[in-house]
Nanobody, 123 residues
Framework: QVQLVESGGGLVQAGGSLRLSCAAS????????MAWFRQARGQEREFVAA????????RYADSVKGRFTISRDNAKNTAYLQMNSLKPEDTAVYYC????????????????WGQGTQVTVSS
C-alpha cells in the first residue's frame, strides 16, 4: 500500500505558476504510476497528467498540454506537478493518485488517493 499527501496549492493570479507536490509513504514507490486529477466545484473529477515509474513516459489532458509538467523523484518518493500560465478554469481541488505498473488516464483505475489540495486562480 501507499499513502499520499499533497501540498503546494494556493491562490494565484491568472498567468502565474504553482508547483504541487505529492509525498508518498509505503513500499516500492517506483512500482507505481503516479497521476494528478482535479475536481472543480460541481464537476466530476478529471484526469490531468500521469507519469510512469521512471519518468520516461508521461500523458497529459489536452487542456493542460504545454502548460503543466509532471515529474517524479523516486529517491524522495515524491511526484510533482509544475503548473504554468494558470487560467481561472484551472481552479479546482487537485488530487494525487497512484496505481501499480500500468499507465492509465482512467479515474476508476487508480487505487490510492491523497486528500487533495485547493488551487484557486483569480482573473
Amino acid at each position: 500500500q501507499v499513502q499520499l499527501v499533497e501540498s503546494g496549492g494556493g491562490l494565484v493570479q491568472a498567468g502565474g505558476s504553482l508547483r504541487l507536490s505529492c509525498a508518498a509513504s509505503g513500499r516500492s514507490f517506483n512500482n507505481y504510476v503516479m497521476a494528478w486529477f482535479r475536481q472543480a466545484r460541481g464537476q466530476e473529477r478529471e484526469f490531468v497528467a500521469a507519469i510512469n515509474w521512471n519518468g520516461g513516459s508521461t500523458r497529459y489532458a489536452d487542456s493542460v498540454k504545454g502548460r503543466f509538467t509532471i515529474s517524479r523523484d523516486n529517491a524522495k518518493n515524491t511526484a510533482y506537478l509544475q503548473m504554468n500560465s494558470l487560467k481561472p478554469e484551472d481552479t479546482a481541488v487537485y488530487y494525487c493518485a497512484a496505481r501499480l505498473y500500468v499507465m492509465s488516464t482512467g479515474r476508476t483505475t487508480y487505487n490510492y488517493w491523497g486528500q487533495g489540495t485547493q488551487v484557486t486562480v483569480s482573473s
